[in-house]
């Protein structure tokens, strides 16, 4: 290669810069240079500092849907989906029949040529998907199944004065439907769609919903995803049309205006609030409803002695229509038995208003210390919650004993029949507890089921404490450290599995034996570990708070979540979502070499070693305890270990140390605590 004569003046001009600086950087004559400190920190073997604080990429971008701090943004907009439904059960052939309008609101900037419904009976099909999907949770036996929803009629009707029905192209797709638009749906655009259906009630193997017999021989029905509804159409994936596999819901939030005709020997439990009580109870038990809702007390609505006696039934032959509305919800269920005990009693909400907690049970339920205490168990959950978070935001939460146990829907949950103890505090807490997570703040579950099960596990563990002062606390149980080590102690056996997903894997992805242990405890413990050592209560309260608030009836996405939380919380936790919720990395903090300034004089201070053995990095305590039986707490955030693996911490004493330990309280997933302790 030649050089160019003005080449090599530049070569030269650099050399002649470099010599000046190296001149510059040597000592004065007759001076020495200061020795260099040995450099302790940086990379180690098992910890490498820049890949735990590499900035963390959002999974969605921020815009103006969504905005940087986390909250909606300016042009946040979700569709609507109201639903007017005519339903009736066939009690001899255990068929429900249907009569269903849908009033799809586009609300979104774009112009729709087709619409996707969500046909979740259709799981129950010989040919579902879900009967080959090997995760499923709740899969049918093999030698069970129906012929899934049975479409009779499907029409459209434009919005415009005196339209007419148009029978509707569609086809079914697994436990979707796709309709096809003759009229492409604009901005603002809104059309309604007439079905007409039905299907047969699966037996107790459906699991979700179902039809079985009490103990005395009645059937008690347990109705859900029971109506073909919208999917969502989004900003984050338009249409998201994920087929029904075993994870839970995605839908859009509307009114509803349903009523359920079946024998008049029955009782009708629904979701949200019985228009026409006048119409299905007696005079006495409309009596009794009045007092439960100025009750602190429970009420008893139908006794169990009652459940065979035909007065206490307005009617005694033919059928009764009940009609239940609910205004902002994103589902509505219901249960039917002629067999039903009720009880009720009043919840106290924020600013004075109030709620009607309620449980319907059969006789064999009605042991002392099982449902009968339900209904203030629910109570108490409601209160507390709306408390904490968000202000319940329906007018009655109800709870009832059949064969679909430990199911949540907006203002209603299914629970077992035999739940009683400590067994139907935790599971009514939980499920109730899903008002919150997801349906107040929905998130979407078939993808991102950590954002429902996780969270809710999470303010259970309030819930635990709270009740009775801790009469089932604390919690521990299948949904939430169910061994006998600590929280701490058991998750980092979670992380330890090299087989176990990861809390940001599709919901679908993961597998049976790893759904409790990462999509709810994991994620739980990672809400307790943000508020609890993290961001501590204060700041965590307020951000949680408005997280809740920003999206109550709306679809929030993991982004969201975590872009409020450090806006709000006024931390960059990037660190903490890539170790927690983006890999399943290990934490391993050892101590060793405790050494004073001075032996001979311990008034001088001292210093212990802190080794960063593994990826992940939380805060952690380190209590020092002196051999006159004091001890001194030193906090250490997760920035000292920013930029290396090793920390001599300075210990500032007058008295001599007996021991250093690293979390003696075992507050945090140190997976070798074997190494937590230093002497001199």
Not at 26 to 54: H, I, N, V, W
Not at 134 to 163: C, H, M, Y
Not at 233 to 261: A, K
């Amino acid at each position: 290669m030649q050089h160019t004569r003005a080449m090599r003046r530049s070569i030269i001009a650099v050399a002649v810069a470099f010599t000046a600086t190296l001149a510059l950087a040597q000592p004065p004559e007759g001076q020495q240079r200061r020795p260099q400190m040995p450099d302790t920190g940086g990379p180690s073997a098992t910890y490498d500092p820049l890949k735990t604080f590499a900035p963390f990429q959002m999974p969605q971008t921020a815009n103006i849907y969504r905005s940087g701090n986390g909250a909606p943004g300016p042009n946040y907009w979700q569709n609507q989906a109201d639903y007017e439904m005519h339903a009736s059960i066939d009690t001899a052939t255990q068929t429900l029949s249907n009569d269903e309008t849908i009033t799809y609101t586009n609300n979104s900037p774009d112009t729709l040529n087709s619409l996707w419904l969500q046909v979740e009976q259709n799981t129950y099909r010989l040919d579902a998907r879900a009967r080959n999907f090997a995760g499923g949770s709740r899969r049918a036996p093999a030698d069970q199944f129906t012929e899934g929803t049975v479409f009779e009629s499907v029409d459209l009707i434009a919005n415009a004065k005196g339209a007419k029905p148009e029978k509707a192209t569609y086809i079914v797709s697994d436990t979707r439907a796709r309709i096809d638009l003759p009229t492409p749906l604009a901005h603002n655009g809104q059309i309604k769609i007439h079905i007409k259906y039905h299907y047969k009630v699966p037996g107790r193997w459906g699991g979700r919903t179902s039809v079985d017999k009490s103990r005395d021989g009645y059937e008690i029905y347990d109705i859900a995803q029971w109506y073909p509804r919208m999917c969502v159409y989004d900003d984050v994936r338009g249409w998201d049309t994920q087929p029904y596999l075993g994870n839970e819901f995605y839908t859009e939030f509307g009114n509803y205006d349903y009523y359920v005709t079946v024998p008049s020997n029955m009782l009708v439990a629904g979701s949200g609030l019985l228009v026409n009580e006048k119409d299905v109870l007696t005079k006495t038990e409309i009596d009794r409803l009045a007092k439960a809702r100025t009750s602190d007390a429970t009420v008893v609505i139908r006794s169990v002695d009652e459940i065979k006696d035909p007065n206490s039934r307005p009617k005694k032959d033919g059928t009764l229509t009940w009609h239940y509305h609910m205004d902002r919800t994103r589902d509505a269920v219901f249960s039917a038995s002629a067999g039903f005990a009720w009880d009720a009693a009043k919840i106290n909400l924020p600013a004075g208003k109030t709620a009607l907690s309620q449980s319907f049970y059969p006789a064999e339920s009605a042991d002392p210390d099982a449902w009968p205490m339900v209904t203030e168990y629910t109570k108490d959950t409601v209160e507390n919650f709306s408390r904490d978070w968000y202000p319940y935001p329906w007018p009655v939460m109800t709870n009832v004993a059949g064969f679909s146990s430990g199911m949540e829907y907006p203002s209603m949950v299914f629970d077992g029949i035999r739940d009683k103890g400590k067994g139907s505090f935790v599971v009514t807490a939980h499920e109730v507890g899903h008002t919150w997570f997801p349906m107040i703040v929905q998130s979407n579950e078939r993808r991102d089921a950590w954002m429902d099960e996780g969270f809710n596990t999470f303010i259970d563990i309030y819930e635990s404490d709270y009740y009775k002062n801790g009469k089932y606390a604390p919690k521990r149980d299948g949904e939430y450290a169910p061994g006998p080590d600590s929280p701490a102690d058991q998750i980092a056996k979670v992380i330890a599995d090299p087989q176990a997903p990861t809390i940001l894997s599709r919901a679908d992805a993961i597998r049976e034996k790893y759904r409790h242990p990462v999509t709810y405890f994991k994620s739980a413990e990672g809400l307790w570990l943000l508020r609890e050592d993290i961001l501590g209560h204060n700041v965590f309260d307020r951000a949680f708070r408005k997280y809740v608030s920003d999206w109550a009836f709306k679809h929030p996405t993991p982004s969201d979540f975590f872009r409020e939380m450090e806006s709000e919380g006024g931390e960059d936790l990037s660190y903490f979502w890539h170790g927690w919720y983006e890999n399943n990395w290990s934490l391993d903090l050892a101590a060793k070499d405790v050494k004073y300034v001075d032996a001979a004089d311990p008034s001088k201070g001292a210093k212990v070693t802190i080794e960063q053995n593994g990826q992940l990095v939380l805060p952690a305590w380190v209590v020092v305890k002196y051999e006159d039986g004091t001890d001194l707490k030193i906090k250490l955030p997760a920035e000292t270990w920013m930029q290396k693996a090793k920390y001599d911490l300075a210990l500032p004493t007058n008295k001599k140390i007996a021991s250093v330990t690293i979390d003696p309280d075992q507050r945090i997933p140190d997976s070798n605590r074997s190494n937590n302790t230093a002497k001199p």
